[in-house]
Nanobody, 114 residues
Framework: VQLQASGGGLVQAGGSLRLSCETS????????IGWYRQAPGNQRAPVAL???????NYADSVKGRFTISRNNAKNTVYLQMINLKPEDTAVYSC?????????WGQGTQVTVSS
């Protein structure tokens, strides 16, 4: 299983970014797929998760600003982020869970300047 994350960058507060996580197989193969983030000095924490039953789960701090979605044809999960804030600055990692184990992609840096 491979997870390839992309789409990070530097953006001003109030701006938008879209992260992509391309999987080596169908995203439906995973019970859960989504994004975690880790800011300097903090532990890695879930941001947005999508289950293969279609349910979504967002961190309270990103509700109303971040949207997770999938494109089945491209085996890709997206994280659309709008109204970004400096506190969203972190390394964002793609995560998936299947068959009783977790899988991680490489992180992509998101930096939001004030």
């Amino acid at each position: 299983v491979q997870l390839q994350a992309s789409g990070g960058g530097l953006v001003q507060a109030g701006g938008s970014l879209r992260l992509s996580c391309e999987t080596s197989g169908s995203t439906w193969n995973f019970n859960i797929i989504g994004w975690y983030r880790q800011a300097p000095g903090n532990q890695r924490a879930p941001v947005a998760l999508l289950s293969n039953l279609g349910s979504t789960n967002y961190a309270d701090s990103v509700k109303g600003r971040f949207t997770i979605s999938r494109n089945n044809a491209k085996n890709t999960v997206y994280l659309q982020m709008i109204n970004l804030k400096p506190e969203d600055t972190a390394v964002y990692s793609c995560y998936a869970f299947a068959g009783g184990r977790a899988y991680w992609g490489q992180g992509t840096q998101v930096t939001v300047s004030s």
